[in-house]
C-alpha cells in the first residue's frame, strides 16, 4: 500500500487515536509509564500480512479498551458503595447523637426537678411537716425559731428543797442543768437531712402517713448535784447514840439516841421524777432514822455473869507482869453483839515494843526465850477458857507446844504476830459484855450476858503419852453442857493437839 494514498494515512489516523485513548487511559488510571510508551508508538501499515496484523490489532486494542471501561465500571461500583456505606454510617452517628442529647436532656430535666424539690421540701432550711416538740407542731418552722420559742417557755430556775419547813437552794449553774432544747431542735431538723439521700427521703415522705413527736427533757451532771445535795446532808445529819454499859461492881448503862439522815439517792430520785415531769416544785428532802447501832434494849439485856476464869502469875517479873496488865486492859469492857466475832490479836494489834509491850519469856519453837509481848497468851489462855464456860462459839484456838503452869492441859490458848489468833463467836441472842480485871497477882475474866442464855457447862481434857515419842502427851479438849439437874445433854469436840518438853 502507497504511504501517499489516502488508505494508509486513513489507517495511521485510526491507530494514533486507538494509541491516544489506551495512553489517555493509563494516564488515567496513574500508569504513566505505559501512557508514554503508547504515545511512541509507529505504526507502519503495510500490505498483505502488514494490514491483517494492524487490523488484528485494532481488535485487541478495541477489547482493551473494553476491559478498561468495564474496570472503570467497577471501580465506580466500587466507589458507590464506599460512599453508600460512609453516608450509612454517619446517619448512624447522628442517631445516635440524637439519643444521647435525648438521654442529656432528660436527665437534665430530672435534675433541674430534683434539685427543686429538694430546696422546696427537703433542704430549704426549716423543720419538716408532721413533727411536734412537746406537742407544739413545728413544722415549716426555722430551727433557731423554734429553739427561742422553747426557751422563753421552758426557763430553768433554782432547784429548791424543802425539810421541816426550812428551805434549801441550788443554782441551776453549779450543776449544769438545763434543757436539752438545743439537741432536741437539731435532732428534728436533722430528721430529714442528716442521713444518706435515700433515707432523708424515705423519712421525708414517711412523714406523710405518720408523725414524729420528740420531748425535751432536763440534763446535768450527776457527780456535781450529788456533792450540792451531800452538803445539804451535813447541815441536817444527825449522827445516832449508842447505848453504853460499865461494868465496875455494879452494872451501869446509858440509853440509846437515834440520829437523822439524809437518803441522798431517793432524793435524788424525786428530783429526777420532777424534772422529768416539767414540774417547777419544791423537791421534800427524805430524811431517814438513823439507828444507833447499840440500842437501850440490848445493853439492858446483859443482867447477869455467864461465867468466869482466874489465873494467877508472879508479879516479880515485872516485864511479864506489865504485859499481863496491858493486854488484859486492851482486851477488857467490850460489848460483843449477837453474831460478832472477837479477835483477840484485833485488840492487842502487834505485840511489839514500838506499841508499848516489854520483853519477857516466851516459848518460841520449844524453847523459852525473851522476847516482846512475853505473858499476852496467860490473857487469852484466861479469856478462852471463860468463854469456853460461858458458851461462845470457839472460832480459832491453837495450844502451846509445851504445857504451861497457869492452865491445865488443853485449856490455853497461844497467839503471836504472825497469824495465830484466838477467835470466837457470840452466837447468843443477846449481847455479851467481856470483863477483865487484875488484882492480887491474878488475872480474872468474866463474861456478862443475859439470864436466859446462862448454860451449865463444865470442860473435859482426855490426855495420854504419845506412843511414838517420847516426853510427848497427846489430848483433846471437850465442852459437856448439862441440864439443870447435872446431866450430859450435848459433848462438844473443842480441840486438840500435843505438848513436848521445853527444850534447854
Not at 157 to 167: L, V
Not at 291 to 312: F, G, I, Q, R
Amino acid at each position: 500500500m502507497n504511504k501517499n494514498s489516502k488508505m494508509w494515512k486513513k489507517n495511521c489516523i485510526y491507530v494514533k487515536i486507538i494509541n491516544c485513548e489506551i495512553s489517555k487511559s493509563f494516564e488515567e488510571r496513574g500508569d504513566t509509564k505505559m501512557a508514554e510508551k503508547k504515545k511512541r508508538v509507529v505504526v507502519k501499515n503495510t500490505t498483505g500480512k502488514k494490514s491483517l496484523k494492524a487490523t488484528d490489532e485494532r481488535k485487541k486494542l478495541e477489547a482493551k479498551k473494553k476491559a478498561l471501561k468495564n474496570s472503570d465500571d467497577i471501580k465506580k461500583n466500587m466507589n458507590n458503595r464506599k460512599k453508600k456505606r460512609v453516608s450509612q454510617k454517619k446517619r448512624k452517628q447522628k442517631k445516635k447523637q440524637r439519643i444521647v442529647a435525648s438521654i442529656l436532656g432528660v436527665f437534665l430535666l430530672i435534675t433541674v426537678f430534683v434539685m427543686a424539690f429538694n430546696f422546696t421540701y427537703i433542704y430549704n432550711g426549716k423543720i419538716a411537716r408532721n413533727i411536734y416538740i412537746e406537742g407544739i407542731d413545728v413544722a415549716g418552722k426555722r430551727p433557731n425559731d423554734v429553739k427561742e420559742m422553747l426557751n422563753e417557755k421552758y426557763k430553768v430556775d433554782n432547784i429548791k428543797f424543802e425539810y421541816n419547813g426550812k428551805e434549801y437552794e441550788i443554782a441551776p449553774d453549779t450543776v449544769g442543768l438545763k434543757y436539752n432544747i438545743d439537741q432536741i431542735v437539731d435532732e428534728a431538723y436533722g430528721y430529714t437531712r442528716d442521713g444518706s439521700y435515700y433515707k432523708d427521703l424515705y423519712n421525708y415522705f414517711s412523714l406523710k402517713n405518720k408523725s414524729l413527736k420528740k420531748n425535751i427533757e432536763v440534763v446535768y451532771d450527776e457527780a456535781k448535784m450529788k456533792a450540792e445535795i451531800e452538803k445539804i446532808a451535813k447541815k441536817l445529819d444527825k449522827e445516832p447514840k449508842d447505848a453504853t454499859i460499865k461494868i465496875d461492881g455494879s452494872i451501869k448503862t446509858t440509853k440509846s439516841t437515834d440520829g437523822i439522815k439524809l437518803n441522798i439517792s431517793k432524793t435524788l430520785s424525786n428530783l429526777t421524777e420532777s424534772i422529768d415531769n416539767k414540774k417547777k416544785e419544791t423537791i421534800p428532802l427524805v430524811m431517814e432514822k438513823n439507828e444507833a447501832k447499840v440500842k437501850t434494849s440490848d445493853v439492858e439485856s446483859v443482867n447477869t455473869k455467864l461465867a468466869e476464869y482466874t489465873t494467877s502469875f508472879e508479879k516479880s517479873n515485872k516485864q511479864r507482869s506489865h504485859n499481863v496488865e496491858k493486854s488484859a486492859k486492851v482486851t477488857s469492857d467490850i460489848l460483843l453483839m449477837p453474831g460478832q466475832v472477837f479477835s483477840y490479836n484485833s485488840y492487842t494489834g502487834k505485840t511489839n515494843s514500838k506499841n508499848g509491850y516489854q520483853e519477857a519469856p516466851v516459848i518460841i519453837n520449844g524453847k523459852l526465850e525473851q522476847s516482846a509481848g512475853g505473858g499476852v497468851c496467860q490473857t487469852s489462855s484466861t479469856i478462852f477458857n471463860t468463854a469456853l464456860l460461858s458458851g461462845m462459839d470457839i472460832v480459832s484456838v491453837t495450844n502451846h507446844s509445851s504445857s504451861l503452869t497457869y492452865v491445865p492441859l488443853g485449856r490455853d490458848a497461844t497467839v503471836n504476830d504472825e497469824g495465830l489468833d484466838f477467835k470466837f463467836k457470840n452466837t447468843f441472842d443477846h449481847p455479851v459484855y467481856i470483863k477483865n480485871t487484875v488484882q492480887n497477882k491474878q488475872l480474872t475474866c468474866t463474861i456478862y450476858g443475859n439470864s436466859g442464855d446462862k448454860k451449865n457447862i463444865n470442860i473435859n481434857v482426855e490426855n495420854k503419852a504419845k506412843a511414838d515419842e517420847k516426853d510427848a502427851t497427846e489430848f483433846k479438849t471437850y465442852r459437856i453442857y448439862r441440864d439443870s439437874n447435872g446431866k450430859e445433854i450435848k459433848k462438844e469436840y473443842i480441840s486438840g493437839g500435843v505438848y513436848r518438853k521445853i527444850k534447854k
